[in-house]
T-cell receptor
């Protein structure tokens, strides 16, 4: 089954304790992206990757890191989480770089609370 | 910079009422337009999309949207809503590169 898998689904942590949210897709997609969803703000892009070893900042990259060592995986890293990073995070992937007819597929989401 | 505006933050309707959710975007070039739906506790799912051709697009579950280029709009409609349509709806725009720009979302509550 084609899917985007995020882990964990729920996470409660404390300020300053490094954490990683994993994202994996089994559709051989080149493009992957991380979003955060906050009430009243919709989805905002954090980082995206056009292909292996190619990553770039989205609209709200501060406090986050990503890596793309393999095509299927795109982990989101919070080196020193802060309470303002409490949010719902979505990973997404899509097949064609720059193609007009591609569609982004979303993971189930990771709800993160930073105390 | 591109932006997507959804003017209705929360809409409450009775079952069988008609629905129209507004979406306006700011970008002068060729765009691809999407509506995603997020049911409570779930991830985003594609409802419908417009790439080219007929500006009236039909999606799943009886939803449709009309692209009006002159108004930079892509409003979502459904003639008769059901309780199961209770969800949050996001309009999104993509141009050029792969990045999607989302609106802030409209929460729809349908009262049985």
């Amino acid at each position: 089954e084609a899917q985007v898998t995020q882990n964990p689904r729920y996470l409660i942590t404390v300020t300053g304790k490094k954490l990683t949210v994993t994202c994996s897709q089994n559709m051989n997609h080149e493009y992957m992206s991380w979003y955060r969803q906050d009430p009243g703000l919709g989805l905002r892009q954090i980082y995206y990757s056009m292909n292996v070893e190619v990553t770039d900042k989205g609209d709200v990259p501060e406090g986050y890191k990503v890596s793309r060592k393999e095509k299927r995986n795109f982990p989101l890293i919070l080196e020193s989480p802060s309470p303002n990073q409490t949010s719902l995070y979505f990973c997404a992937s899509s097949p064609y770089i720059g193609g007009a007819k591609n569609i982004q597929y979303f993971g189930a989401g990771t709800r993160l609370s930073v105390l | 910079a591109q932006s997507v505006s959804q003017h209705n933050h929360h809409v409450i309707l009775s079952e069988a009422a008609s629905l129209e959710l507004g979406c306006n975007y700011s970008y002068g070039g060729t765009v691809n337009l999407f509506w995603y739906v997020q049911y409570p506790g779930q991830h985003l799912q594609l409802l419908l999309k417009y790439f080219s051709g007929d500006p009236l697009v039909k999606g799943i579950k009886g939803f449709e949207a009309e692209f009006i280029k002159s108004k930079f709009s892509f409003n979502l409609r459904k003639p008769s809503v059901q309780w199961s349509d209770t969800a949050e709806y996001f309009c999104a725009v993509k141009s050029g590169a792969n990045n999607l720009f989302f609106g802030t979302g409209t929460r729809l509550t349908v009262i049985p």
